[in-house]
């Protein structure tokens, strides 16, 4: 049994996602930026999660694997940890500001709400490059040149039989690619334009409606009251505790929990909307692209005479299709690696 480099990189960022969007819980989010026990369990669960998606590495190249497994596993909870502070801290400079301007009675520019603030999705998208980075490092040192265990390789071929090694081979790694590619575009994907597009509400005093009013143009629902020493926001189908400023956890509320509520309709149009586009990419259908775009923006065409809703719009539909994008080019790049 042999082993190719780029499948073994691949199936490590697959580990990756399966630990960081599928694993990982709500609950475990909001305690990995709170602080005390709550912390130390968050980190610890979300620690246990990346391990267990790279036993695998161990179990086949032994020690390389384990030291693989250690590596990876010790500087993700250390580098979530450090966003999370990040993030809170971003948050709460943004509300403070928009304090400061509620105060003096300067209106916000902002239609995405006075305390919106593109840090926290910056700061996403840079803890996903550092954790690729490590990723491609460690395998880099331990296991693109390392050889299978001889008890597991002798296991796998012995039940592979006389299939063609090559076809296993090629069928294995586009599974793998695009089990990768439908992680990043639904769940990743979702998760980052949710963060960069939702408004950031600070309203002193307010009482939680059982009918959220719109947030401006946008039409996503975003209502605020003080809750301790920390804010209670409403997202659309979301609802959040910050403390202070910071998401601690997404759960369906209220009468949205009953039914599709606009925000959501419009979080799956942007998981099709990437899924289609990556399709588009991989199959050489590139010119297709803009008539999903174009079809997106005609059910819309109306709301685009508002300015407020117009950069929202632009703003999401420009992060969901960059994503999509990006993700479909690396993915051909590593089944390109099929025809060698």
Not at 103 to 115: D, Q, W
Not at 146 to 156: F, I, K, L
Request: some cysteine; overall charge neutral.
């Amino acid at each position: 049994m042999a082993t190719d480099g780029v499948l073994v990189l691949a199936g490590l960022f697959l580990a990756h996602l399966v630990a960081d969007f599928l694993l990982q819980t709500g609950g475990i989010v909001a305690d990995k930026g709170a602080s005390g026990r709550r912390v130390l369990r968050g980190l610890g669960l979300h620690g246990v999660g990346v391990a267990a998606c790279l036993v695998p590495f161990v179990v086949v190249f032994g020690a390389p694997g384990l030291w693989t497994l250690g590596l990876v596993t010790a500087t993700h909870v250390v580098i979530d940890r450090a966003k999370a502070v990040a993030t809170r801290r971003a948050e709460a400079r943004a509300l403070a500001a928009a304090h400061s301007r509620h105060a003096s009675g300067v209106a916000s520019p902002i239609a995405l709400g006075p305390a919106w603030t593109p840090v926290p999705a910056g700061l996403f998208i840079l803890d996903q490059a550092v954790h690729a980075a490590i990723l491609v490092g460690a395998w880099a040192i331990w296991l693109a040149a390392a050889t299978p265990v001889a008890d597991v390789a002798g296991a796998v071929d012995a039940a592979l039989g006389g299939w063609d090694r090559a076809a296993v081979h090629d069928a294995a790694l586009t599974v793998v690619v695009l089990a990768s590619l439908v992680i990043v575009n639904v769940r990743a994907g979702a998760l980052f334009v949710a963060i960069l597009v939702h408004p950031r509400e600070a309203v002193t005093g307010a009482a939680m409606p059982d009918e959220p009013p719109s947030a401006g143009a946008a039409g996503v629902a975003a209502t605020a009251a003080a809750r301790g020493t920390g804010w209670r926001i409403r997202l659309g189908p979301l609802e959040a505790v910050v403390e202070p400023a910071v998401v601690e956890a997404a759960r369906p509320v209220g009468r949205d929990a009953g039914h599709a509520s606009p925000a959501r309709v419009g979080a799956t149009i942007g998981i099709i909307e990437r899924l289609l586009i990556a399709t588009f990419v991989l199959t050489g259908a590139e010119a297709a692209i803009g008539f999903v775009v174009a079809a997106k923006t005609l059910a819309r065409f109306r709301q685009l005479d508002d300015r407020d809703f117009a950069e929202y719009y632009l703003l999401g539909t420009l992060a969901s299709v960059s994503v999509a994008l990006g993700s479909a080019l690396l993915a051909a790049a590593a089944l390109g690696t099929l025809a060698r």
